[in-house]
């Protein structure tokens, strides 16, 4: 077999690629929301609508949880995130109290079987979506009343990296569209360069803490629209390695979950600028506690720096929420190369498939309570 062959089949190859292509990505999808016929109607037709509920599966989910975080602090309307099963099994308690919303459906493939029969579900009372994906002409594009999709985000490999950060940003810049926050959507444009720039190094520094270290637990720690990511950064070492991962809200960690600590945890902490000073608290705390540690800073803040193994200094001169995609590059590649080292192939992880789809006879059926 030719060297070309045989790069062709290196384990990984399509999510390393994936990962590095972040940058260029967002770009490209920018550019495309710009001229999209679809953010133009979803902004026209739900310009007034007071609520918005996001609703996803697995990183979608993710994507959901940080989406409606950094909805609501750009658009001062409420909005909330939920599981697409929670709707299926339990509308009543899931749409309690919301009288006038708009469900945001997201699935990377657009045909995610519990995504799509939400989007019927609502769709069946009548009740106008927007579904986001990555491919066109799927199920969720035509159930859903209106519809973003983002074909340069879509990917090869099983697991979801560029699709989570692109689906997200795409979700910040309709944010910013709806607000009329034409500062916000300047700064997501000016995004992709420092980021680019950011992560160069980084994958080689990455591999080689990787390689000189191998844990029992990952622990991901998050607030605010940050903690969304941290459950996605947990999901990423999980799907690619095949570690145990878990994910809190960073000063909840304190309480009780840090019984786990030593050196064979790695504690990776995803710090934001509005709640620096306490969350860099709760790093030191596990630190003296004999944890293993990473931290993802808006700065270099000595602090910080002393008290983490890792330390990624991500100093993009954004504003925080227009910051968020990129938090998510070191679990990916922490994820990517643990798995390597475990003689794994990141690209086809064991148990999963690229997309769930249900078949008729497990067809979740609404709960009666």
């Not at 990962?19 to 550019?31: D, Y």
């Not at 270099?300 to 998510?328: K, M």
Request: one cysteine or more; hydrophobic letters at 40%.
């Amino acid at each position: 077999m030719s060297k070309r062959q045989t790069d062709n089949f290196a384990p990984g190859k399509h999510t390393l690629s994936e990962i590095l292509s972040q940058p260029q990505c967002w770009n490209q999808c920018l550019s495309g929301l710009e001229k999209s016929d679809g953010a133009r109607e979803i902004v026209e037709r739900f310009a007034n609508t007071p609520e918005w509920l996001f609703i996803g599966c697995g990183s979608s989910y993710h994507v959901a949880l940080s989406a409606a975080s950094s909805w609501a602090a750009i658009t001062g309307r409420k909005a909330r995130a939920t599981p697409a099963s929670e709707i299926l099994l339990y509308p009543g308690p899931a749409l309690a109290g919301s009288d006038n919303l708009v469900p945001v459906l997201i699935s990377r493939s657009g045909k995610t079987s519990e995504v799509v029969k939400a989007a019927e579900f609502f769709r069946s009372r009548k009740i106008p979506t927007v579904g986001i994906s990555c491919a066109p002409g799927q199920p969720l594009e035509q159930a859903a009343s209106a519809s973003i999709v983002l074909p340069p985000a879509d990917e090869q490999s099983m697991v979801m990296t560029r699709s989570v950060t692109s689906m997200l940003l795409a979700l910040l810049h309709l944010a910013a569209k709806l607000a009329r926050n034409t500062a916000t959507l300047e700064m997501l444009h000016k995004l992709p360069r420092p980021a680019e720039q950011a992560f160069a190094g980084l994958p080689e520094r990455i591999r080689h803490f990787v390689w000189r270290n191998l844990f029992e637990d990952y622990v991901c720690l998050g607030q605010g629209v940050f903690y969304g990511l941290a459950c996605e950064s947990s999901l990423k070492l999980t799907e690619m390695s095949c570690s145990y991962g878990q994910a809190f809200h960073t000063l909840e960690f304190r309480h009780g979950p840090k019984s786990i600590v030593g050196p064979e945890t790695l504690v990776l902490f995803l710090l934001s600028e509005a709640g620096y000073q306490a969350e860099v608290e709760v790093l030191e705390e596990i630190k003296d506690l004999g944890a293993t540690t990473a931290a993802i800073s808006p700065n270099g803040e000595p602090r910080a720096r002393a008290a983490a193994d890792l330390f990624v200094e991500l100093s993009l001169d954004l504003p925080q929420l227009v910051c968020a995609p990129a938090y998510v590059f070191v679990a990916q590649l922490l994820g990517l190369y643990t798995g390597l080292k475990k003689g794994l192939d990141p690209d086809s992880p064991r148990n999963l498939t690229r997309v769930v789809m249900l078949n008729d006879e497990s067809d979740p059926q609404h709960a009666t309570v």
